[in-house]
């Protein structure tokens, strides 16, 4: 339908995608913000923040302390390196990331997956692939990719 609309259809999706193509071929990494700490910051009603994935703020979880990484009402969000739960927390997503680098192909278009996504379908943060690693990443690329090899003339040296 994009072909056919001379391009007026945008695929959000798709561009994504392909720009995920486009910077795998020029070697700039595809990193999740996801992954990076303070990248993103979450705050709760009562103060409390978590960093990482905005998904985590409100989980219930014994096991990282229902990600609670520090309160805006006693602490600096620059202390967020001392909190212990927070060193848990990217060091089992830094495994993870090496994880996926480690032992997927589709590591370049994708830089390690969304914590939330290992938190809900493995109830852990160090695990590697995901259903909706599967679906929004992996199957998309595909796609793409074969319509680029099936529509697009690209000579290869």
């Not at 001379?6 to 561009?15: D, N, P, V, W, Y």
């Not at 990193?31 to 990076?36: A, K, P, Y």
Request: net charge neutral.
């Amino acid at each position: 339908l994009v072909d056919r609309d001379g391009g007026k259809i945008k695929i959000r999706e798709f561009e994504k995608a392909q720009n995920s193509i486009i910077g795998a071929v020029k070697g700039v990494s595809a990193q999740r913000s996801t992954n990076i700490p303070l990248k993103i910051l979450s705050f709760d009603y009562k103060g409390n923040f978590t960093t990482f994935d905005p998904e985590l703020s409100g989980v219930t979880s014994e096991k990282y302390d229902n990600f609670v990484m520090g309160n805006i009402l006693y602490h600096e969000i620059d202390e967020i390196h001392k909190n212990k739960n927070f060193v848990r927390v990217q060091q089992e997503i830094l495994e993870g990331v090496k994880n996926c680098q480690q032992n997927c192909t589709y590591w370049d278009f994708c830089g390690g997956g969304n914590p939330s996504n290992k938190l809900f379908e493995h109830n852990r943060l160090d695990a590697t692939e995901t259903m909706a690693c599967r679906i929004h990443l992996k199957t998309l690329i595909d796609a793409v990719l074969d319509y680029l090899y099936n529509n697009v003339q690209i000579k290869i040296k």
